[in-house]
């Protein structure tokens, strides 16, 4: 029987547990990962579902699958590629790419997630060992370019949740060390505790707004999440402690402290996740 530890938000453990196939609690999230091997060559370790699986049988994938109880993230990563390929692999050749929060409103084939997704990445040159693998869930491996990963996906063959490869995998990372340290003074156009304009059900957790007179890359002034305050604000002046990039959008939000006081990476994705778990993104410090 496969047992998961439920967190909140923020990734605190809650202590509580669910059964795999249970009902996941409102609010409360479980961990899976996403594993991704790259060679030397530029190449992905792909792996082909078995006929026999229950959802998306002999589509192909990367390796993945949901942390067990007591598990930390990365020791799950490296127990699903054992596993499902038969390779083991090096922690300290694995990076985490980015994390998301994936709450109840999205879905996937009617289906919510209820879950914190990190998306892990290693390098590896060796050969991969089917016949090493102890589940029997894998019926293929491939080293693919991203081209050929592009061709699995329009045709159908590639699980439609891996998408983001497409924006996520192939970018250059961005360089935002003349915005981080910046102070900056803004406008506050969703105040804490207020709905958003198209959609009454999304409340803002933190204040949302915009930072005058700097411009954006959809041509509007820039969108900034706002912390270190419990109250509804009209207007802002902060630091801008990090920022959250968007892979499938050409908007980023800068987070501002405007108490001055740091943020940790978890508390500001769990803040963020109400709007953001629609978008793929990292967080940039």
């Known amino acids: 029987m496969e047992k998961w530890d439920l967190y909140t938000k923020y990734r605190e453990n809650t202590g509580k547990e669910c059964v795999r196939g249970g009902t996941i609690p409102e609010g409360l999230y479980h961990l899976v990962v996403h594993v991704w091997i790259r060679n030397g060559k530029g190449e992905y370790l792909m792996s082909q579902r078995s006929a026999s699986r229950p959802t998306f049988p002999l589509l192909w994938e990367c390796v993945g699958g949901s942390v067990l109880k007591g598990e930390s993230s990365i020791d799950g990563a490296l127990r699903e590629v054992k596993e499902e390929i038969g390779i083991d692999l090096e922690q300290s050749a694995g ?22 997704m990190d998306v892990w990445l290693f390098t590896y040159d060796g050969e991969f060992r089917l016949d090493e693998a102890t589940t029997d869930e894998v019926s293929d491996c491939k080293w693919m370019t991203a081209s050929e990963i592009g061709k699995l996906y329009s045709d159908k063959k590639l699980v439609g949740t891996l998408d983001y490869f497409f924006c996520a995998m192939t970018e250059d990372e961005p360089d935002y060390s003349h915005v981080i340290g910046r102070t900056v003074k803004g406008t506050v156009d969703r105040p804490l505790g207020t709905a958003h304009p198209q959609d009454p059900e999304m409340i803002y957790p933190i204040n949302y707004g915009y930072v005058n007179g700097v411009f954006a890359g959809d041509g ?20 801008v402690i990090a920022v959250w990039h968007r892979f499938d959008d050409n908007e980023d939000k800068w987070i501002v402290s405007v108490n001055g006081d740091d943020v940790s990476d978890d508390r500001i994705l769990g ?15």
């Open 220 to 239: 509007e002034e820039q969108d900034a999440y706002l912390f270190g305050t419990d109250a509804p604000l009209r207007s802002f002046e902060g630091r």
């Open 95 to 116: 990076r985490l790419l980015f994390s998301k929060i994936r709450g109840s409103g999205v879905k996937y084939e009617c289906k919510a997630y209820n879950d914190i």
């Open 271 to 285: 803040e963020i996740s109400f709007q953001e778990q629609f978008f793929y993104g990292k967080l940039y410090r």
